[in-house]
Structure formats: C-alpha cells, structure tokens
Nanobody, 121 residues
Framework: VQLQASGGGLVQAGGSLRLSCAAS????????MGWFRQTPGKEREFVAV????????YYADSVKGRFTISRDNAGNTVYLQMNSLKPEDTAVYYC???????????????WGQGTLVTVSS
C-alpha cells in the first residue's frame, strides 16, 4: 500500500488542522492506520492509531482529548483532526499502515512521506 499525507500547514496556537492520508490499493481496509510525528533530533513519536474497522482508537496522552483519528475505508483515507493546537505539536506528521494496532513504529510496514505542521505561539 502507498500512502500520501497532506493537510499540514502553519496555524496559531489554539487553532485546528485536519490531516489526511490517502492510500492506494484495495487492501487499505485490512490495515490498522497510525499517525506519528517527529521533530529534528528526536525519535518518531506515536500520536494515534485506529483499527482496520475503525471501531477502536488509541491516543498518546499528549494529544488525548484534542486530536481525533478516523477513517473512511470506502475512500481509502485516514484523517487526523487536530484541535486546540499547541506549539509543542509542531512536527512532521507521518501516517503509517500495519497489520495491527500499536504504538511502536516497528509495527508499521508502510509509511507516507510526512506533512509539516507548525504551530505558532
């Protein structure tokens, strides 16, 4: 499966953005989908994951209550709605596909190219 992330940009603190990740291939609905983020000099950090059916989601404590992950299996797309953004949310955000839900990057075999989110104070 090939993944294409989009929707990043510059936003003021307290604002919102919605990231999208479009997937190619007919097997999208069989994959758990995750979002990770990375800043220079740091390891890639787990943000959120959604099960293949969309029935189960899990979030990092740092984004819980502010971010929402969802998916549209008919449209081969996963979303990350980000509200109440903070400067510390600034990062390159990556979507990923894997055989099951998990918070470790090694769980995922397919990665998108990343989209930059910058939150100004």
């Amino acid at each position: 499966v090939q993944l294409q992330a989009s929707g990043g940009g510059l936003v003021q603190a307290g604002g919102s953005l919605r990231l999208s990740c479009a997937a190619s291939g007919r097997t999208f609905s069989s994959y758990a989908m995750g979002w990770f983020r990375q800043t220079p000099g740091k390891e890639r950090e787990f943000v959120a994951v959604i099960s293949w059916s969309g029935g189960s989601t899990y979030y990092a404590d740092s984004v819980k209550g502010r971010f929402t992950i969802s998916r549209d299996n008919a449209g081969n797309t996963v979303y990350l709605q980000m509200n109440s953004l903070k400067p510390e949310d600034t990062a390159v955000y990556y979507c990923a596909a894997g055989p099951h839900s998990g918070s470790y990057s090694a769980t995922y075999g397919y990665w998108g190219q990343g989209t930059l989110v910058t939150v100004s104070s």
